[in-house]
Each structure stands twice: as C-alpha cells, then as structure tokens.
C-alpha cells in the first residue's frame, strides 16, 4: 500500500489553464505539506496544514489554494497556470508539527506548461 | 533556521562504508539533526533523525558530535540504490510549526 499518493504523476498543460494535484495518505497523519522542486533541484515548502487548518503559508503566488476536506486528504489547485509553474510537486505528511517527528513523501507530481 | 554545510558530492564503492559529513556550527540547543536522501526521480526520503546522541537504524547510523556543531551520517555498506542526494536539515523544535528547509545536499555516487 502506498503510503503517500499523489495523482496525477504527470501534467502536460497550457499556459493559461487550471489544474489540480490531489495527494491522500493512509498513515493516519494529522499534517500535510506540499513542496515544490525546480530545475535546479532545490526542494522549497509551500504550505502545511494540520487537521485541515493552515499552519505554513510561504510565500507563494495566490494562484496556488491548497485544500484539506480532512485530515488524510491535501490537493493544490493553481490557477492561470505560467511557465514557470513547471515543476515537480511533492506531497508529504508527518504525525505531529514538531521537530521531532520525520516526514513522510510522495513520488511527486511532474507539472510542465507548455 | 541554523544552517548546515555539506560537500557537494563524494563517491564510495559498493559493499564499502561510507561517512557523510555535516556541520552546523549555529545549531541551537533544540535543534534536532535529520537527514533525508533522494533517489533518482523521486521523492526525498527520512533517513534518520537525532539531537544529541548517537542513533541507529535499520537505514544508517547519525553520530553526533559531543559539542553538536557536526554529525556524520553512515552507511554501513553501500549498495548501488543507495546513490542520492543526501540532506542533512536542522529542525528548530518551536513546539508548534517547526518546517523542514532543504538546502543542496550532497550526491552521493557509488561505483560498483
């Protein structure tokens, strides 16, 4: 059983358009976070929710709107989609906020605009 | 968040140890040291994690300097699955929203 999932793996899309990227887990988790690697490989937070209130909130265009119906569920939706939107998104999830406790990922949603 | 300083890459040989070296000279008294890999085209994975002793795992070992401004991860015998990018990342324990901060990590290569 996957542990983290993510759907679709893969997202061809047009400029302009409105996607979503949906992630569930079935670790009985109480956070969720969703992560963005670039070209460059650099991992950065976007968002964190914890019993599906918003607890991390970086500095993100608010073209990206997380939503958390519960506890297991975290999905992206990103509005007029741009170029630079190409990326590969990862989801995760972590029993507790602390500092103590590890993260568990997904494989990753690869988003290309084209 | 502190920060950690790392190599950008080291390569070992199969079925050989392996010792990934980290330093964080500004970690605070709560920060805890963990350490994720990442395979090929996927996602990051939890390693270990640890804040003043050494620990073990199924994974690796993280042993921890006495004064805390450096740890080691190690690979007790290297497979070829086990070249990554490994990150070591410092978590402030703010007892409430303490993030995980992905620097560059170091890549690891292991020749057969």
């Known amino acids: 059983d996957t542990a983290v999932s993510q759907t679709p793996k893969y997202l061809v899309t047009q400029m302009g358009n409105d996607k979503s990227i949906k992630c569930e887990q079935n670790?009985?988790?109480?956070?969720m976070y969703w992560y963005k690697q670039d070209s460059k490989k650099f991992l950065k937070i976007m968002f964190s929710?914890?019993?599906?209130?918003?607890?991390i909130n970086e500095t993100v265009p608010n073209r990206f709107s997380p939503k958390s119906p519960d506890k297991a569920h975290l999905n992206l939706h990103i509005n007029s989609l741009e170029l630079g939107d190409s990326a590969v998104y990862f989801c995760?999830?972590?029993?507790?906020?602390?500092?103590?406790?590890?993260?568990?990922f997904g494989s990753g949603t690869r988003l290309t605009v084209v | 968040d502190a920060k950690t300083t790392q190599p950008n890459s080291m390569e070992s040989n199969e079925e050989e140890p392996v010792h990934l070296p980290c330093n964080h000279s500004?970690?605070?008294?709560?920060?805890?040291i963990h350490w994720y890999r990442q395979l090929p085209s996927q996602g990051p994975e939890y390693v270990i994690h640890?804040?003043?002793s050494n620990v073990n795992n199924r994974m690796a070992s993280l042993a921890i300097a006495e004064d805390r401004k450096s740890s080691t991860l190690i690979l007790h015998r290297a497979t070829l699955r086990d070249a990554a990018v490994y990150y070591c990342?410092?978590?402030?324990?703010?007892?409430?929203?303490?993030?995980?901060?992905f620097g560059k990590g170091i890549t690891l290569s292991v020749r057969p």
């Open positions: 995760a999830s972590s029993q507790g906020r602390k500092a103590n406790y590890g993260y568990t």
């Open positions: 670790l009985g988790h109480d956070t």
């Open positions: 929710y914890n019993n599906k209130e918003l607890i």
């Open positions: 500004t970690i605070s008294g709560t920060d805890y």
């Open positions: 640890g804040l003043t």
């Open positions: 990342i410092l978590r402030f324990d703010t007892g409430a929203n303490s993030k995980l901060t």
